[in-house]
């Protein structure tokens, strides 16, 4: 991390989270922040769905909300990025607060509540961006006040579909009030008919991922397993935010909301492998949940995913830990006489079942 990188994130810290978000996104769209564009190898080069990836080290879904930031973003050095969520209209999402750092815990707590700007807006942002070096994809949610949830998240694929590269299907936000109850087997199914049929109307069809929650029990995660496997995706995102609080030192601690960073990383993990078991193979898997070191991105990965995500570890590290991240796990392929990502996929899965 460089001194300007240092300084710049001591003086965010010190103002509101959710400001220091905002002003986060200006300074990448200014120009602030170096770039290294997308950081690749022979061993870190991924496919993914059909998509092919410089390096698996992907952005999450919740940074860049409204799609604001793509052309920086791209250049940070993931290998991947998802943007959103978007839902058919804009809505302003919770009352604020509603961003909280737990600093001790290396973690972070939000209720945002899908507030964005409307799929009409975010598609006509999309639709303006020049293609990149990176694949970008768009998190699909549902109106709060929405009377057919299931059908929105087919409304926004129609909209935004044809200027992304994949899209996430998110029922594993846990701050819209019954929205896990969409990862139910028969509601489930349901709402992936709706989207793969919308998917099937785009002048280019896509790769579908469907986004899961980390508290869900070993029989719900084989139940979503078959639902997956029957419906089409194209792959599973494992997984979303916790309202897990077990372990937490910081003050924050009790806030209503999904629980992200460091926390996450050996529940979502357990959850992965169980996944990669319960799919045998059939379905690619992004991990997703408290990475913030190389060797924690490696595990997910030989835990079962072919790819992975991150979003809170650059509240504490900066931007310039995605190269970082991606450098060091080339090493670590490289260390453990793997040829390519692919080669070390589910590899030390046991180690988490």
């Known amino acids: 991390m460089s001194l300007l990188e240092h300084a710049g994130l001591a003086l965010l810290h010190r103002i509101d989270p959710e400001r220091a978000h905002g002003l986060s996104l200006r300074a990448l769209r200014s120009g602030l922040a170096p770039l290294p564009g997308p950081v690749t190898s022979p061993r870190l ?3 993914l769905a059909g998509l092919a990836l410089p390096n698996p080290v992907g952005l999450a879904a919740g940074y860049d909300k409204n799609a604001e930031a793509i052309a920086p973003l791209s250049r940070a050095g993931f290998g991947f990025i998802e943007v959103g969520a978007a839902t058919p209209l804009p809505q302003p999402g919770n009352p604020r607060p509603r961003l909280f750092r737990l600093t001790e815990d290396r973690a972070a707590i939000n209720r945002f509540g899908f507030n964005n700007a409307g799929a009409e807006v975010i598609a006509a942002r999309l639709a303006r961006r020049t293609p990149g070096p990176v694949p970008v994809g768009l998190n699909l949610g549902a109106n709060k006040t929405s009377e057919n949830r299931a059908a ?7 909209l935004c579909g044809p200027h992304v590269d994949f899209a996430t299907v998110n029922v594993s936000s846990p701050n819209t009030e019954k929205l896990r109850d969409l990862q139910g087997p028969a509601a489930l199914s349901a709402l992936l008919a709706g989207v793969m049929a919308a998917r099937a109307a ?17 029989g719900e995660l084989a139940q979503i397993a078959g639902v997956a496997l029957q419906s089409g995706l194209s792959g599973i995102i494992a997984t979303n935010t916790t309202l897990s609080r077990e372990g937490l030192k910081s003050a924050n601690q009790e806030q209503q909301g999904g ?32 990475v913030a070191t190389a060797e924690q991105a490696y595990q997910k990965i030989r835990a079962g995913a072919s790819a992975v995500q ?44």
Do not use: C, H
């Open 45 to 47: 080069a991924t496919r």
């Open 152 to 158: 929105d998240f087919a409304r926004v694929l129609a």
């Open 202 to 218: 785009l002048p280019r069809p896509i790769p579908i991922f469907l986004k899961i929650a980390p508290d869900l029990t070993q």
């Open 259 to 290: 629980l992200s960073g460091a926390p996450l990383f050996e529940k979502s993990t357990r959850v992965l492998a169980q996944l990669s078991q319960l799919t045998e193979g059939g379905l690619p898997l992004i991990g997703v949940g408290g």
């Open 310 to 353: 991150l979003y809170t570890a650059m509240v504490y590290e900066g931007i310039s830990l995605i190269p970082r991240i991606a450098r060091d796990l080339d090493a670590l392929l490289a260390r453990d006489g793997f040829a390519s990502v692919a080669e070390a996929v589910g590899t030390g899965r046991a180690d988490w079942l």
